[in-house]
Nanobody, 115 residues
């Protein structure tokens, strides 16, 4: 079992930055990957970024060059550095962790970008 707690969301002006963090507890040694999804009002859930064991990462094209994902495996923590934020980045951001075939989810944190 893995529990995830997110932090770092909030209100920011367009062009600004935010850093999201997600701390895992429980069986963190068995986590294969951690990452972030987001869901904007009226839109489908979108994978934003994922960091896998071994160091490989994937970033959505919509945020590439602006967002960076990093992970501290020893601490079971994943970060999402979001720069040059745009109004279209407004969404609830959810942390997730993969443990084998099981996905765990955080409660979500709201990011609102004002234009």
């Amino acid at each position: 079992q893995v529990q995830l707690v997110e932090a770092g969301g909030g209100l920011v002006q367009a062009g600004g930055s935010l850093r999201l963090s997600c701390a895992a507890s429980g069986t963190i040694f068995s986590i294969n990957a951690m990452g972030w999804y987001r869901r904007a009002p009226g839109k489908k859930r979108e994978l934003v970024a994922v960091a896998r064991n071994g160091g490989s990462t994937n970033i959505a094209d919509s945020v590439k060059g602006r967002f960076t994902i990093s992970r501290d495996n020893a601490k079971g923590t994943v970060y999402l550095q979001m720069n040059s934020l745009k109004s279209e980045d407004t969404a609830v951001y959810f942390c997730y962790a993969e443990e084998g075939l099981i996905d765990y989810w955080g409660q979500g944190t709201q990011v609102t970008v004002s234009s």
